[in-house]
């Protein structure tokens, strides 16, 4: 891909994946108009290492240009310095002070609403930060309050884990994730489940229909589970997409998530 260059980045940690790349609409455009929403973007890559950031650097840039007001969220992952608990931990502190750095940084994004938007197991992460205050009080994730985002935008997100570990989704990733399916497997589970951990803020859950890598059953079971809480969500199954052509802003199916964008901003 070519290098998408960003406004400036910011750093939420000492580790050198602890940061977010902020973008934001073209100068002359945000003179006249300042950004209509800050949106967190949480990328995936099942958990893994080899996949960070970068790779959703053109839905970055495409929202930038559109308006938005663009960080990048990178954490630590598994086969580098993550996964149980360090990839949880990080994605937890970045919703909760990324925000506020940013508009240290970039005063034009002060008092912005803030939208979570997540892809596959960074859609997994971004239900997870928005159910936080589920969480039982002695866990180290727990909030006493809802986070302070609007909205979640998860695309083709990693939703119910505890069917994509029966499923065994990419070599088992999601035992990998939690440690294994040791004496500590269900209370892991159930600190990280999406299912188990309706949103205060409104969700919509954009799936392609031929999506082979994350299963639309995924995105059915998290939305029949938190419904069933009276949580405020909607499920936008993409009739011809499978599981990339849903972040790549050349496609068809790109407007399908920018509308889900605008209506969460909307709710908000």
């Known amino acids: 891909m070519p290098a998408y260059p960003v406004d400036l980045v910011v750093r939420y940690g000492e580790h050198p994946d602890q940061l977010a790349d902020l973008r934001l609409p073209p100068a002359p455009a945000r003179?006249?108009?300042?950004?209509?929403?800050?949106?967190?973007?949480?990328?995936?890559?099942?958990?893994?290492?080899?996949?960070?950031?970068?790779?959703?650097?053109?839905?970055?840039?495409?929202?930038?240009?559109?308006?938005?007001?663009?960080?990048?969220?990178?954490?630590?992952?598994?086969?580098?310095?993550?996964?149980?608990?360090?990839?949880?931990?990080?994605?937890?502190?970045?919703?909760?002070?990324?925000?506020?750095?940013?508009?240290?940084?970039?005063?034009?994004?002060?008092?912005?609403?803030?939208?979570?938007?997540?892809?596959?197991?960074?859609?997994?992460?971004?239900?997870?930060?928005?159910?936080?205050?589920?969480?039982?009080?002695?866990?180290?994730?727990?909030?006493?309050?809802?986070?302070?985002?609007?909205?979640?935008?998860?695309?083709?997100?990693?939703?119910?884990?505890?069917?994509?570990?029966?499923?065994?989704?990419?070599?088992?990733?999601?035992?990998?994730?939690?440690?294994?399916?040791?004496h500590e497997w269900a209370h892991r589970l159930a600190q990280l489940d999406p299912t188990g951990l309706p949103p205060a803020a409104p969700v919509i859950v954009v799936h392609g229909a031929r999506d082979r890598h994350v299963p639309l059953e995924l995105g059915r079971r998290y939305v029949d589970a938190v419904r069933t809480a009276r949580a405020t969500v909607t499920l936008d199954v993409v009739r011809d997409a499978e599981h990339f052509l849903l972040i790549d802003p050349a496609s068809p199916a790109w407007p399908r998530v920018l509308t889900a964008l605008a209506r969460v901003i909307g709710d908000t």
């Open 31 to 182: 003179q006249l108009h300042p950004p209509s929403a800050l949106v967190l973007v949480v990328h995936g890559g099942f958990w893994r290492q080899e996949y960070d950031r970068h790779h959703t650097d053109p839905l970055a840039a495409d929202l930038a240009a559109r308006g938005y007001a663009v960080a990048s969220v990178e954490y630590r992952r598994l086969g580098g310095a993550g996964g149980w608990p360090e990839t949880f931990d990080d994605v937890a502190t970045a919703v909760d002070v990324v925000p506020a750095l940013v508009s240290s940084a970039a005063p034009v994004t002060v008092g912005l609403p803030v939208v979570l938007l997540g892809h596959s197991a960074g859609g997994h992460l971004a239900l997870w930060a928005a159910g936080r205050h589920r969480l039982a009080p002695d866990s180290r994730w727990h909030r006493t309050l809802p986070t302070p985002i609007g909205g979640v935008v998860a695309i083709a997100p990693v939703a119910d884990l505890a069917r994509a570990a029966d499923l065994g989704l990419d070599d088992s990733v999601v035992e990998e994730l939690l440690g294994g399916r040791g």
